[in-house]
């Protein structure tokens, strides 16, 4: 029993040591943010492989899960004779919630895990050290690029999601299952309000950050080789996962 507390206790203060130095590296990274030089290159190849190379995966994820919210709320709606509300509760739960939660899971598994692998290979192979010797800060030159680019990418992939959401659910809901046209849009315009809108955009804002903090800290503090990389991405795919689901429930509580 004294042992099971003691690892207990052990692994909460390594848990409390691991979020201080998440906070102590993000507060660097954002430090650096007015830090010349920009780097503005290295920001657009970033924003073209988080943001342009993931569009194809949220494109087909938003038009599916704007198709399956079209048909499940058409059936649900029905028994209460309120087809015609079907716009507005396809446009709220994607705008409110599903659009900014889903895009950020599907950055997540693409490009957060991919980024941790590029930056833990660059830091077994010491290319981070060689960047510390020709007195090159690898946080700015490395990790400053895709933190920039994933807070500009997440909300833009985030709107997109939205708006092949919406049309998915028409699809299913206007063209195959005949509610009117009219209504499902009436509907939505007349629901859906400037505090959902921002609520979704702030949401988007801090999962794209909270998701490049993760991938480039377990990146950067990556060791034990090549296993040690593979935990690091498996790693940053879970941790990145909760924190959204964590962070979606605290600003829905706000913004309710």
Same mark, same amino acid.
């Given at each position: 029993m004294v042992n099971l507390i003691r690892q207990l206790g052990c692994r909460t203060l390594s848990l409390v040591q691991e979020a201080g130095r998440m906070q102590?590296? #993000?507060?660097?990274a954002l430090g650096l943010f007015f830090v010349p030089p920009y780097r503005f290159r290295n920001i657009i190849k970033q924003?073209?492989?988080?943001?342009?190379?993931?569009?194809?995966?949220?494109?087909?994820?938003?038009?599916f899960t704007g198709m399956v919210l079209g048909l499940?709320?058409?059936?649900?709606?029905?028994k209460y004779g309120s087809e015609s509300a079907l716009g507005s509760a396809v446009a709220l739960s994607l705008v409110r919630e #599903?659009?900014?939660?889903?895009t950020a899971l599907m950055v997540s598994g693409r490009a957060g895990s991919a980024i941790t692998a590029e930056i833990g290979i660059m830091r077994i192979t010491e290319q981070l050290d060689a960047l510390d010797t *020709?007195?090159?800060?690898? *946080?700015?030159?490395v990790v400053m690029p895709k933190m920039i680019a994933g807070l500009m990418a997440v909300p833009l992939l985030t709107?997109?999601?939205? /708006?092949?959401?919406i049309w998915g659910g028409y699809l299913v809901g206007v063209v195959l299952l005949g509610v009117s046209s009219g209504s499902y849009f009436s509907g939505m315009v007349q629901s859906v309000e400037s505090l959902d809108v921002n609520g979704g955009i702030v949401k988007s804002l801090v999962f794209g950050i909270t998701i490049m903090l993760v991938a480039c800290y377990k990146g950067y503090y990556t060791a034990r080789g090549a296993e040690g990389v593979g935990r690091a991405t498996t790693q940053? /795919?879970?941790?990145?996962? /909760?924190? /959204? #689901?964590?962070?979606?429930?605290?600003?829905?509580?706000?913004?309710m």
């Open positions: 102590l590296f #993000l507060l660097q924003l073209q492989f988080i943001g342009v190379k993931s569009s194809s995966i949220i494109l087909l994820t938003g038009a499940q709320g058409y059936y649900t709606l029905r #599903l659009g900014p939660v889903l *020709m007195a090159i800060n690898p *946080m700015q030159y709107a997109i999601f939205d /708006v092949i959401g940053t /795919v879970v941790l990145s996962a /909760v924190l /959204v #689901l964590g962070w979606d429930y605290i600003l829905t509580s706000f913004f």
